[in-house]
Antibody, heavy 123, light 111 residues
Framework: EVHLVESGGGLVQPGGSLRLSCSAS????????MHWVRQAPGKGLEYVSA????????YYADSVKGRFTISRDNSKNTLYLQMSSLRTEDTAVFYC????????????????WGQGTLVTVSS | NFMLTQPHSVSESPGKTVTISCTGF????????VQWYQQRPGSAPITVIY?????PSGVPGRFSGSIDRSSNSASLTISGLKIEDEADYFC??????????FGGGTKLTVL
């Protein structure tokens, strides 16, 4: 059974930093592209970032480009999202999502979702 | 930019059939696969349809997806509605300029 467990969320002041982690199990992590998708309170889904199966390709939404860095450690079956220069508008639940495919920027098809971790940016 | 538009809300009675639309703008929706995600209140999304009309294992056969090229839209149809189907439903696709486009979501009320 596939499990994606996010951690690292919490309360942070504007301008601060946070690193999210996603521990994966139940599938061959190194064979899947992975994504971060967020959802602000009471809002819809927003695509944040993606990384290919081997970390060779990454993508960032314009809203986070230059502030967030996605990475993965296939030896630890873990996905990361390093967030810096956080803004109040970054407040959201962040979901770790497994893709059906290995590569990004081609067919984006979300297969499994984690339960999410809440990031609150507030003074 | 390619966009996907969904009705804000739909409602139907238990046992009936409901269809949720997802209309593409500034692009051909049939050019790339469409996925559908269900999000029950307080829970994470789950995938109920992928690649236009494929159902993941564990998703009931009451859920089906389709593409209508004439209206440039995708549809999620849920038959034999149950109270547990009450949720937000999001469509998703992509194009050459944007690797992920979400519809705004549709709130399904089963009453």
């Amino acid at each position: 059974e596939v499990h994606l467990v996010e951690s690292g969320g919490g309360l942070v002041q504007p301008g601060g930093s946070l690193r999210l982690s996603c521990s994966a199990s139940g599938f061959t992590f190194s064979d899947s592209a992975m994504h971060w998708v967020r959802q602000a309170p009471g809002k819809g889904l927003e695509y944040v970032s993606a990384i290919s199966f081997n970390g060779g390709s990454t993508y960032y939404a314009d809203s986070v480009k230059g502030r967030f860095t996605i990475s993965r450690d296939n030896s630890k079956n873990t996905l990361y999202l390093q967030m810096s220069s956080l803004r109040t508008e970054d407040t959201a639940v962040f979901y770790c999502v497994k893709d059906l495919n290995r590569n990004i920027l081609e067919d984006t098809e979300f297969e499994y979702w984690g339960q999410g971790t809440l990031v609150t940016v507030s003074s | 930019n390619f966009m996907l538009t969904q009705p804000h809300s739909v409602s139907e009675s238990p046992g009936k059939t409901v269809t949720i639309s997802c209309t593409g703008f500034n692009g051909n929706i049939a050019s790339n696969y469409v996925q559908w995600y269900q999000q029950r209140p307080g829970s994470a999304p789950i995938t109920v349809i992928y690649e236009d009309n494929q159902r993941p294992s564990g998703v009931p056969g009451r859920f089906s997806g389709s593409i209508d090229r004439s209206s440039n839209s995708a549809s999620l149809t849920i038959s034999g509605l149950k109270i547990e189907d009450e949720a937000d439903y999001f469509c998703q696709s992509y194009d050459s300029d944007n690797p992920c486009v979400f519809g705004g979501g549709t709130k399904l009320t089963v009453l």
